[in-house]
């Protein structure tokens, strides 16, 4: 690794918060004001990936670096910690959690133990205040990943179904209350029993060892590819989207089904 570059990108940082001379935007930055930008470049970064666009994922990870820079050099200036402790941290805790690279000899021979990963982390965990099974879920993660997280916490204790068809009997629950909050017309009742079967959906998903995530991005991709052909199809045949009616529209959509993977 080039400590240049690192030195360098922190050098650029702190001279874009410089109070006099900085950049007005990024001087009037703060946590709260940056998050979002943080998340968004995470986006991208996975974005280039599925893309396979390797010149993409470079930038990509320089601006997801940048972000990672801009808060610990707002940390800095607040006498909380440096780009520094952030390296620091993180190494330490890499090395706490891989006993088997980085442990004694009997750690390194006997290799990574089914739950051990998840062994070290509840220790870690123990160390918290919040004693709740639940602690330390992010609430900041995206709506699908974090429902998954919570599932899995409430299963290590117990709290689960004990098989997948629990959890589609669970769906059908859901839909049902869904369809009557629907009939009924209350927009919050409509909103929260939609929550509750997302919620249902994602427990599934975790039962069939599925991540949702993924597999939404993934359907997201295959829907967008599938459109685009469609839209392919009707412009060669001079038509307008817009004009297209139900049934022709399904004819179009079936046969970019059948070419489009």
Known sequence: ??????????????????????CPWDVQQD??????????????VADAIERGDMDALRDELGDLLFQVVFHAQMAGEGGYFDFSDVAASIAEKMIRRH????????????GMADGAWELIKERERAADSD???L?????????????????KRASRVGFDWP???????????????LEEAVGDGETRAIEEEFGDLLFAVVNLARHLKVDPEQALTAANYKFER???????????????????GPEVLDEYWLAAKKRVG
Not at 31 to 44: G, I, K, L, R
Not at 135 to 149: H, T
Not at 163 to 177: A, C, F, Q, S, W
């Open 1 to 22: 690794m080039d400590k240049e570059a690192i030195d360098k990108l922190l050098e650029v940082m702190a001279s874009l918060r410089d109070p006099e001379k900085g």
């Open 31 to 44: 946590f709260s004001s940056v998050a979002p930008y943080t998340v968004e470049e995470a986006y991208e």
């Open 99 to 110: 006993p088997h690279v980085f442990g004694n000899a009997e750690e390194r021979n006997s």
């Open 131 to 133: 004693k709740s099974a």
């Open 135 to 151: 602690a330390g879920v992010a609430k900041a993660l995206p709506a699908l990943k974090r429902a998954e997280k919570l599932g």
């Open 163 to 177: 098989d997948r068809n629990g959890v589609r009997e669970k769906i059908d629950e859901e839909l049902g209350e």
């Open 226 to 244: 599938r459109f685009r052909d469609m839209e392919g199809d009707i412009a060669a045949a001079g038509d307008a989207l817009q004009s297209c």
